[in-house]
């Protein structure tokens, strides 16, 4: 199986920038793919970003319309985490972010349904 721990949530103005962290461990030769979601209070569970690979050097990112150009999904191969670095935040991108994981196929990323690891989650507030 395979566990993961997320960290980097905050409380952060407009404008400003946060990153959070997805450290996996366990049996990571059994996933392909891993992402964020978001989920608000009475809203449904949000994609955001995701990172796919094949062997070691091919990666594949995506992206919700939403977070195009302000965030950036990455992956530290060698410490099997994956970042997700978020600049420009708006009070809308306030929830609990969640990390995934899994063997997903690349046209399905975007369905957290298709994920069979979760992590604990981590709050992001923007706000003045």
């Known amino acids: 199986q395979v566990q993961l721990v997320e960290s980097g949530g905050g409380l952060v103005q407009p404008g400003g920038s946060l990153r959070l962290s997805c450290a996996a461990s366990g049996s990571i030769f059994s996933i392909n793919a891993m992402g964020w979601f978001r989920q608000a209070p009475g809203k449904e569970r949000e994609f955001v970003a995701a990172?796919?690979?094949?062997?070691?050097?091919?990666?594949?990112?995506y992206y919700a319309d939403s977070v195009k150009g302000r965030f950036t999904i990455s992956r530290d191969n060698a410490k099997n985490t994956v970042y997700l670095q978020m600049n420009s935040l708006k009070p809308e991108d306030t929830a609990g972010y969640y990390c995934?994981?899994?063997?997903?196929?690349?046209?399905?990323?975007?369905?957290?349904?298709?994920?069979?690891?979760w992590g604990q989650g981590t709050q992001v507030t923007v706000s003045s």
């Open positions: 990172i796919t690979w094949s062997g070691v050097t091919r990666y594949y990112v």
């Open positions: 995934a994981a899994g063997a997903v196929a690349q046209a399905m990323v975007r369905r957290f349904q298709n994920y069979d690891r």
